[in-house]
Every structure is written in structure tokens, then in C-alpha cells.
């Protein structure tokens, strides 16, 4: 997994990074939440290991930053702070577990272990798209960094369709009878409503084969630990 860090105690945050490096993970460590908040808008990570009392921005302010933009990532906290209300409010804001100081380093190991494995469950049934998007195929819905995207319902089968065909060219007739129910469109009604669709889309990942029809291919992320 590619798992940020978030620790001022560069002891302990050197030991950690050591320590999940070598169970075959990439760690990116950082030493304040500012710093660590740029690092998440400009790269995707699979996990978030948080200290709650960092300078600059806490943890907890941190992912109450990521929610107000609509960025969501499994979350755990770590901290010596016993405050019941902390505690509250870190799940409140979406974090899946919560470790206190001091801790065994296998003890995270094991916490994190537990969240990759649910991860890989969740996503026997879900094609990746793009570095952001994924369909579930067994819900029918379209996610944009782990929510749920509100489409039309033409726009979902669009989306249905071209996934439940990864990798195939899904031609114009396909579409009239999956999406249209037979109607008499003509191709030009097509191309405008699924380029409306990818118009809408934050990453475009339908491929358009002009005067054929439209695909989308498989995504895999670059290999990590």
C-alpha cells in the first residue's frame, strides 16, 4: 500500500516508516499537516496514518480539510491524547481506526493489514477507471474518490455498459438497444448525450473509436507495496 505518514516525532516517525518499508509497504512521511495536506492534492494515497497534535494543522484538522473537498481515504490515528471527545471526533469524521502512544510497531502493522485486506474484498467487484474513479458493478454506481456520483439515468447505463464490456468497443447499436430500449435514435444523439457524460466526468477515461464507438479500458494504478 502507499501510505502517507503524518508524525513530528522524527524518532518514532523514522522507526514507523522503517518498520511498514519493510513489510513491503511505500511510506511518504511528513513531519507537519500543511505539508502533508499538499502532498495528498497532488498525489493518491491508499491509507493515512495520522498523529492528532501536529504543528500547522492537526490531523483531525487535516481530514476535516480532505471531507470539505470531497477527498476521502482509510484513516488511522494515532496519538498519546486520551480525550474521549478527540476520540468522537475522529471517527466522526471517517477514520477506521484509532492506535494509542506508546504502541507495538507490529500492532499497526497488524490494524493496517486488517484495512488492506477489507480494501481488496471491496474491490473483487469494482473496475478502476481512472486515478479517482471506480464502478461498482454489483451496486451500479460510479464513484469519484470513494463517493458516490449523482448521474442520469442514461449516464449510468452508459457507464454500465461500457464497464460490463471493459476493454471492448461497444458499438452504436449496442447503445441504441442497451441505453435507448431499440428507439429510433440516430448515432449523432448518442455521441452528443455520452459527450455531454464525459464532459461532466472530473477524468475523462471513455475512449472514443471515431465513427465505430466508445470503450473504456481497465486502469492499473502503478504497482505498489
Known amino acids: 500500500m502507499k501510505i502517507l505518514l503524518l ?15 519493510a513489510l513491503g509497504h511505500k511510506v511518504i512521511a511528513f513531519g507537519n499537516g500543511e505539508e502533508a495536506y499538499s502532498a495528498i492534492c497532488k498525489d493518491v494515497f491508499d491509507l493515512l496514518v495520522l498523529d492528532i497534535n501536529i504543528p500547522k494543522m492537526s490531523g483531525l484538522a487535516l481530514l476535516k480539510e480532505l471531507n470539505s473537498i470531497e477527498q476521502a481515504y482509510p484513516t488511522i490515528f494515532i496519538s498519546a491524547n486520551v480525550d474521549i471527545d478527540d476520540i468522537s471526533h475522529a471517527f466522526e469524521l471517517g477514520a477506521s481506526d484509532y492506535l494509542k502512544k506508546p504502541f507495538h510497531l507490529k500492532e499497526l502493522g497488524l490494524r493496517i493489514d486488517r484495512i488492506k485486506k477489507a480494501y481488496e474484498i471491496k474491490h473483487l467487484h469494482h473496475v478502476i477507471l481512472s486515478p479517482k474513479y471506480v464502478f461498482s458493478k454489483e451496486e451500479q454506481m460510479l464513484f469519484y474518490n470513494n463517493n458516490v456520483q449523482v448521474l442520469t439515468k442514461k449516464q449510468l447505463q452508459i457507464v454500465t455498459l461500457l464497464c460490463e464490456n471493459i476493454g471492448i468497443v461497444v458499438d452504436f447499436e449496442k447503445f441504441r438497444s442497451y ?39 481497465r486502469y492499473y494504478p502503478e504497482k505498489k507495496g
Open 7 to 21: 508524525e513530528d516525532e522524527s524518532m518514532l516517525r523514522s522507526s514507523i516508516e522503517e518498520y511498514l518499508e
Open 179 to 217: 441505453v435507448w430500449n431499440e428507439e429510433p435514435v440516430d448515432n449523432a444523439t448518442i455521441r452528443a448525450e455520452i459527450s455531454r457524460f464525459r464532459k461532466f466526468l472530473k477524468e475523462d477515461f471513455i475512449i472514443n473509436l471515431k465513427g465505430v464507438g466508445y470503450k473504456i479500458d
